[in-house]
């Protein structure tokens, strides 16, 4: 079983609105992914879990929350987003956060369509 | 992580074996060459990994040029259903995607 669940599928969510995106895996990684895509772009890494703690965080806007509450779980929380966050947001998983991570394969979820209107 | 390049588009009749190039000359001896394809509007799937030799599974087969600085990823009998963007990443730790090639499968 290599199935990382997304919910919502769709969100659509106002400038002012607090919402927050989940991310579930039950195959024992220990490292878990954020990606964000815009339309017709290939999928950029937003944020890293490593062991429930977070080890990369590429340069994303305060407006986007990570969280791992446990090694099953992530969360993205969304709070005062821009029209131009609307993206397909992707959630990842793999076995190991830390040492060689090269040799271990990344599952993706189906994603999560948001649009900030 | 080293970058890859592959060609922007390629075409491909039904039943026939699909070849997708993908040049990392700049690969390093620790980095792994990954494929994920991206069926429109789904999530990226992951096909085949290899570090030097050639691998082959149920999805597909991955060629490694001896000096690594290329692969093919081979389809050996594409179907309708492998229309996709298919990734080509070289990765050492982070996972970064270029912009693929987009596959179209012809009936």
């Known amino acids: 079983d290599t199935e990382v669940t997304q919910t919502p599928k769709h969100l659509v969510m106002g400038m002012t609105n607090k919402k927050s995106l989940k991310c579930e895996q039950h195959m024992g990684h220990r490292a878990m992914y954020w990606y964000k895509q815009k339309a017709k772009k290939p999928p950029e890494l937003m944020f890293v879990y490593s062991y429930e703690k977070l080890s990369i965080n590429e340069s994303v806007p305060s407006r986007f929350s990570p969280e791992c509450p446990n090694s099953s779980l992530l969360n993205l929380h969304l709070h005062a987003l821009q029209p131009e966050d609307s993206a397909l947001y992707l959630c990842?998983?793999?076995?190991?956060?830390?040492?060689?991570?090269?040799?271990?394969?990344?599952?993706f979820g189906e994603g999560s369509w948001l649009t900030v209107v | 992580d080293a970058k890859t390049t592959q060609p922007t588009s390629m075409d491909c009749a039904e039943g026939r074996a699909a070849n997708l190039p993908c040049n990392h000359s700049?690969?390093?001896?620790?980095?792994?060459v990954y494929w994920y394809r991206q069926i429109h509007s789904q999530g990226p799937q992951y096909i085949i990994h290899?570090?030097?030799n050639n691998e082959t599974n149920e999805m597909a087969s991955l060629i490694i040029t001896e000096d690594r600085k290329s692969s093919t990823l081979i389809l050996p009998h594409a179907t309708l259903r492998d229309t996709a963007v298919y990734y080509c990443i070289v990765r050492a730790q982070k996972l970064v995607f270029g912009q693929g090639t987009r596959l179209t499968i012809n009936p």
């Open positions: 990842a998983s793999s076995q190991e956060g830390s040492g060689s991570l090269a040799g271990n394969t990344i599952y």
């Open positions: 700049t690969i390093s001896g620790n980095e792994y």
């Open positions: 290899g570090l030097k």
